[in-house]
């Protein structure tokens, strides 16, 4: 099945430790993305990137890294500098709705990930 | 400043009942608008979208969406609602590029 996975569904993070979550798409879409979602706040994006070897901070970054080496894998790594990790986290792709010049731009999500602080 | 506004937190309604959600948006071009749902501990699951033309859109689920220019608005509706329908209702804009902004989401529960 065509689709974004994310993985772990739930994640444990210890002091000082960081964590990587995974996101892999089998879409063939070229733009993947990053948010963060607390209660409340809706989603916040964190990284996106347009194209392999090629991502650009999102308005929360501090605290976040990514890479981009694969088309299919965008990884997030939740590192000791982000005090606040405990959220819901959510990877998305853009594919693209239509032909050609009038084609638009769609994100689909994967099932997300939990992460808490022990 | 480009932003979007549910003003509703949380709404409950009674099973079989109609339903509308609002969403209020200020963006400087012209608006793509979507709706998108999430069940709890779920991703997102896309409802419908609205990009140019008829300012009436149906998406799934039974739900529509009408987009208001004057009023910047792009209500959700659902004539009759069922219980599996509880969940979050997320509002977003964007345009042909990179970025969607999205509200802070309405709670939507349903009473039998």
């Known amino acids: 099945d065509g689709g974004i996975t994310q993985s772990p569904k739930y994640l444990f993070r210890k002091e000082g430790q960081n964590v990587t979550l995974s996101c892999e798409q089998n879409l063939n879409h070229d733009a993947m993305y990053w948010y963060r979602q607390d209660p409340g706040q809706g989603l916040r994006l964190i990284y996106y990137?347009?194209?392999?070897?090629d991502f650009q901070k999102g308005d929360i970054a501090e605290g976040y890294s990514v890479s981009r080496e694969k088309k299919e894998s965008f990884p997030l790594t939740v590192t000791s500098a982000q005090k606040n990790p405990t959220a819901f986290y959510l990877c998305?792709?853009?594919?693209?709705w239509g032909q050609g010049v009038r084609s638009k731009n769609i994100q689909y999500f994967g099932a997300g990930t939990r992460l808490s602080v022990l | 400043a480009q932003s979007v506004t549910q003003p509703d937190i949380h709404i409950t309604v009674s099973e079989g009942a109609s339903l509308e959600l609002r969403c209020n948006y200020s963006?400087?071009?012209?608006?793509?608008l979507f709706w998108y749902v999430q069940s709890p501990g779920q991703g997102l699951q896309l409802l419908l979208k609205y990009f140019s033309g008829d300012t009436l859109v149906q998406g799934i689920k039974g739900f529509e969406a009408e987009f208001k220019r004057s009023q910047s608005s792009f209500n959700l509706r659902k004539p009759s609602v069922h219980w599996s329908d509880a969940a979050e209702y997320f509002c977003a804009v964007g345009d042909n590029t990179d970025k969607l902004i999205f509200g802070t989401g309405t709670r939507l529960q349903v009473f039998p």
């Open positions: 998305a792709s853009r594919g693209s």
């Open positions: 963006y400087g071009a012209t608006p793509y």
């Open positions: 990137s347009q194209i392999v070897n």
